[in-house]
């Protein structure tokens, strides 16, 4: 990846242009300092394949070789392997949860998600568990694994002022302004690298459970993650601002508003507008004017 001008160029760079460099760097992904030298990982991967190749010399190839471009996603199915079911171990120990701290508990103690060993805190949520409002958005990114709670990097600060708009708030104690904020995963993908199906098929449950307990009136999805795991559809852009139902979520007849993802909204500025005007359904939907 490039990720910018080269040394000598850099070193002439005024503090204002290298400080907007360094924060496109972290909007890239590049958040966090490994090694002062640059390590080319797509070459060690060749270089490991071809030590492979060699020690199966006479095998039949199995996959074309690599010509240098970029490695293939990951698959997208559940690994097979003979341990226990993922999905249907997390479906028991959400079921088994009977009010929210104990959900905490059964997701922190869940180990079934490779996400968890890279992790540093396992992020539940935020805000006022009785709030009116919960917002799911997609999983924890660095600020959020660093501090165990949801939305509190720059996204989150955006969307701390956007629910401010409308007279919400995760931090006041009144149910009646407040919301309550978690994540389909609770743990934040290396890289910030888009959650995989089998991942999210496997925190479902504890989503699902999640919205049970916590029982809100309207559930805010931001982002095309939250749609496809809790409607099983994408396309935020057509998706946004029209009141839906989860079908899947054990609350039958909940009120669901997809957004756009207040990350989105940092790169678009110019969806904000549409961002208000779902906002303002929001609100009018809360003082039962729609
Ligand atoms: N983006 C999300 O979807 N969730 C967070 O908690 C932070 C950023």
Redesign the pocket.
Known sequence: MDLGPDIDAASDLDFDTALAMLAWQVELGADETLSETPVNRYEAARAEEARAGEARAGEPRATAPRTGQAPEPMPMAPPQNDGPDPVAAAREAARAATDLPALAEAIAAFDLCDLKKGAKNT?FADGNPAARVMI??????R??DMQG?????R??KLLDRMLGAIGLSRSGPDAENAVY????LPWRPPHNRDPEAAEIAMMMPFVARHVELAAPEVLVL??N??CAAVLGRRGITRMRGKWTEAPELPLPGLPVLPMF???YLLRNPAAKREAWADLLSLQARLKGQT
Request: charged letters at 15%; proline letters at 15%; a negative charge.
């Open positions: 992020v799911l958005g997609e999983a924890p990114g600020d959020e709670k949801p939305f509190v990097g996204a989150g904020i978690s994540n389909i931001m982002g993650t939250p993802h207040p990350a």
